[in-house]
């Protein structure tokens, strides 16, 4: 199971960090993934982490946010900078094989 938070409203230019915290020993060694849902739009890809610690970017957010995670924490970071009107979306976190229910995930909306 897994919880996402830290949105909120913010500023364009601004910045936000979400958190995921995951139950479930099996997801220490899981490659994990940000996903996210802007209103009429489908469920994208925004940035995943193997469980060595390689990264993966959508072309729209490479430079701009950067996805952590901590094993021992079993929680996965992602660091959100230089937002703008366009990253407006729901934020979820789950595997890459999205294996685990979605949740509510956490919204972010960022002003002009």
């Known amino acids: 199971q897994l919880q996402a938070s830290g949105g909120g409203l913010v500023q364009a230019g601004g910045s936000l960090r979400l958190s995921c915290a995951a139950s479930?020993?099996?997801?220490?060694?899981?490659?994990m993934a940000w996903y996210r849902q802007a209103p009429g739009k489908q469920r994208e890809l925004v940035a995943s982490i193997s469980n060595g610690g390689s990264t993966h970017y959508a072309g729209s957010v490479k430079g701009r946010f950067a996805i952590s995670r901590d094993n021992v924490k079993k929680t996965v970071y992602l660091q959100m900078n230089s937002l703008t009107p366009e990253d407006t979306a729901v934020y979820y976190c789950?595997?890459?094989?999205?294996?685990?229910?979605w949740g509510q995930g956490t919204l972010v909306t960022v002003s002009s």
């Open positions: 789950n595997t890459m094989s999205r294996s685990q229910p």
């Open positions: 479930g020993s099996s997801l220490s060694i899981s490659a």
